[in-house]
């Protein structure tokens, strides 16, 4: 039987990339890469040749039993996002779960998340916290934060840079404009960035400067 890797990519800066993850990669007999034209580029760059196959939120409910049977035959496949650690708000979960329940052994190598060095770069209490990855777009969204809104733990949150103010203005109505904030961008690119204040604080920081590029927000949690 062969082994499902999952194997973090960097989010930005190419020599976030582990040893040991390109050598897998070159090894594996198959990648699942969420967008193989942008996972193209990270391989030509470490010289890895080994063949790819498209796997991603719009697809992979109808591939994993198949992938399954692969690796039960023997493959080695490794799964990879665009960036960061696959299954963290990225495709992988139902891959991982099917393996898991078919008996098929999975490696997840440590590496590249983008949420960590922005908790641990906000200067917010990170001995206790919680994930919540994008919130709902619409439907249980006001249920969803007014619940968060009691959360005494600092709380992570992806958004893009268009949504942004929007969320900001959300957490001033239901976590009050002085709750601590800290809005990471752009984390190990060229033009990374933390921004730190009070949710009224940051917003007008973003008001008068538009975001760009992948961002990560980390709230205080209520006193």
Same mark, same amino acid.
Not at 16 to 32: G, M, P, Q, S
Not at 115 to 133: H, R, Y
């Given at each position: !039987?062969?082994? $499902?890797?999952?194997?973090?990519?960097?989010?930005?800066?190419?020599?976030?990339?582990?040893?040991?993850?390109?050598?897998?990669?070159?090894?594996?007999?198959?990648?699942?890469?969420?967008?193989?034209?942008?996972? #193209?580029?990270?391989?030509?760059?470490?010289?890895?040749?080994?063949? !790819?196959?498209?796997?991603? !939120?719009?697809?992979?409910?109808?591939?994993?039993?198949?992938?399954?049977?692969?690796?039960?035959?023997?493959?080695?496949?490794?799964?990879?996002?665009?960036?960061?650690?696959?299954?963290?708000?990225?495709?992988?979960?139902?891959?991982?779960?099917?393996?898991?329940?078919?008996?098929?052994?999975?490696?997840?190598?440590?590496?590249?998340?983008?949420?960590?060095?922005?908790?641990?770069?906000?200067?917010?209490?990170?001995?206790?916290?919680?994930?919540? #990855?994008? $919130?709902?777009?619409?439907?249980?969204?006001?249920?969803?934060?007014?619940?968060?809104?009691?959360?005494?733990?600092?709380?992570?949150?992806?958004?893009?840079?268009?949504?942004?103010?929007?969320?900001?203005?959300?957490?001033?109505?239901?976590? #009050?404009?002085?709750?601590?904030?800290?809005?990471?961008?752009?984390?190990?690119?060229?033009?990374?960035?933390?921004?730190?204040?009070?949710?009224?604080?940051?917003?007008?920081?973003?008001?008068?400067?538009?975001?760009?590029?992948?961002?990560?927000?980390?709230?205080? #949690?209520?006193?």
């Amino acid at each position: !039987m062969g082994k $499902l890797y999952l194997v973090p990519t960097p989010i930005g800066n190419l020599e976030d990339i582990t040893f040991r993850a390109v050598r897998i990669l070159k090894e594996v007999d198959l990648i699942l890469a969420e967008d193989t034209r942008n996972s #193209g580029k990270l391989l030509k760059h470490f010289e890895i040749k080994t063949h !790819m196959q498209s796997h991603h !939120m719009h697809n992979e409910h109808k591939t994993v039993e198949g992938i399954v049977q692969r690796i039960k035959n023997g493959d080695t496949i490794a799964l990879i996002s665009d960036a960061g650690t696959p299954a963290i708000s990225d495709p992988g979960f139902l891959l991982t779960r099917a393996c898991v329940e078919a008996g098929v052994e999975v490696d997840c190598l440590p590496g590249a998340t983008a949420f960590v060095p922005a908790l641990v770069n906000s200067g917010f209490p990170n001995d206790k916290f919680i994930f919540e #990855g994008f $919130l709902p777009v619409k439907k249980g969204r006001q249920t969803r934060l007014k619940f968060l809104a009691e959360e005494s733990r600092t709380m992570i949150f992806y958004e893009s840079p268009h949504k942004l103010l929007k969320t900001l203005q959300h957490f001033v109505e239901y976590f #009050g404009p002085e709750r601590p904030v800290s809005v990471s961008r752009e984390i190990t690119k060229l033009h990374e960035e933390t921004i730190r204040g009070t949710a009224s604080e940051v917003i007008q920081h973003y008001t008068q400067k538009p975001p760009k590029g992948e961002i990560v927000i980390v709230v205080g #949690g209520k006193p």
